[in-house]
């Protein structure tokens, strides 16, 4: 697909930067038949669930974008106070506390608990996350999917860590404006056109951040309920995903767009970029730390390591990626 005339119609058809386009059920079966496609092609079949592209030569390449040793957060604060975006929020406790009048050794102890997939703590969606048509990334069984956790595609299939070359593509920069409001959608032409001012273009194996300045308009306005109105990408857009062989999706957002532009599917992106091409999607990250690195220095790549926790058959993982500069 990669170069094709097909691809080349189906994002020339999009609207203009800024606006809300719909698309029809009927060209989301395409593109989605085009993507799974893709991915049937390219995966390989020893290594389910391996993440698209990365190899130990786009490891060593990425290592190479290490100049400053500068580290840098990409994970949002974990909150524990509910919100309209987090109902549920996340629940720490001290299980054991000091006496402070004690003499000799003594622990502090804490539990954490955490609805991982909601939409305010940064995590890593597992391909078993999504289930559409009754199966699983690659035609896996959604009955792999018991009470007792996924025994297939879980985040376990990445208890090596994903790291690669992280490139961060900030939209709002592009626009003009400090963030894009909830309800918008990013663009395949908005990609191409931040690559082409940020002197940055993405590839194989790398880890894409698209940046919609979601987490900057949350902390200077306010939480909202995200789960209504956010910003995402056009599910045209994982296009690129597919022509660049991107191997990891981050957003400061859902990476999907509520409401959905698509007719009868209310979260097209993760049913394209998790079920049909196999790339691993980063909700709710956090990039104000990062753009003003990567705008002093005019680079826009870099060493990127993400470790979800070893969680043997769990559908998702909290994350803190770190950024290396």
């Keep these: 697909m990669t170069g094709s005339d097909s691809s ?24 989605y038949a085009r993507l799974r496609q893709v991915a049937d092609d390219t995966a ?31 994970a949002s604060p974990i909150d524990t106070r509910t919100a309209p ?24 102890t804490d539990r954490f608990a955490m609805n991982v997939h909601g939409d305010a703590d940064s995590h890593l969606d597992a391909l078993c996350h999504v289930v559409f048509d009754g199966t699983l990334h690659g035609g896996v069984p959604a009955s792999t999917v018991t009470d007792e956790g996924a025994t297939a595609l879980s985040v376990a299939s990445l208890h090596d860590g994903l790291v690669g070359r992280g490139v961060l593509l900030d939209i709002p920069r592009l626009r003009g404006v400090p963030w894009l409001e909830p309800g918008d959608c990013v663009t395949y032409d908005d990609l191409v056109a ?22 900057r308009r949350r902390e200077e306005l306010g939480p909202w309920d995200a789960a209504r109105d956010r910003v995402g990408l ?11 062989r991107v191997a990891v999706l981050g957003g400061d957002g859902n990476n999907d767009t509520a409401p959905s532009p698509t007719d009868g599917v209310d979260f097209p992106v993760h049913v394209l970029a998790l079920h049909a091409l196999g790339v691993y999607l980063m909700d709710y990250l956090r990039f104000e730390d990062l753009v ?8 826009w790549s870099f060493l990127c390591v993400v470790a979800p926790l070893r969680l043997p058959a769990a559908t998702g993982s909290p994350v803190n990626p770190i950024a290396i500069l």
Excluded: K, Y
């Excluded at 390989?44 to 990365?54: F, H, L, M, N």
């Design 85 to 108: 975006d987090d109902p549920h929020p996340a629940v720490h406790r001290i299980t054991t506390r000091p006496r402070t009048a004690a003499a000799g050794l003594q622990f502090a």
């Design 194 to 215: 931040a690559e082409a001012a940020q002197h940055v273009r993405v590839g194989a194996g790398d880890i894409l951040l698209v940046r919609v300045g979601h987490r």
């Design 44 to 74: 390989p079949p020893d290594r389910p669930g391996a993440p698209t592209g990365i190899t130990r030569a786009t490891v060593l390449a990425a290592a190479a974008e290490v100049r400053t040793g500068l580290t840098v957060s990409l």
């Design 292 to 299: 003003p690195r990567c705008a002093e220095a005019e680079r």
């Design 234 to 244: 056009h599910p045209a857009a994982v296009e690129f995903l597919a022509e660049r």
């Design 8 to 31: 080349a119609e189906a994002h020339a058809a999009q609207p203009g930067r800024g606006a809300r386009p719909r698309e029809s059920r009927a060209a989301f079966d395409a593109l």
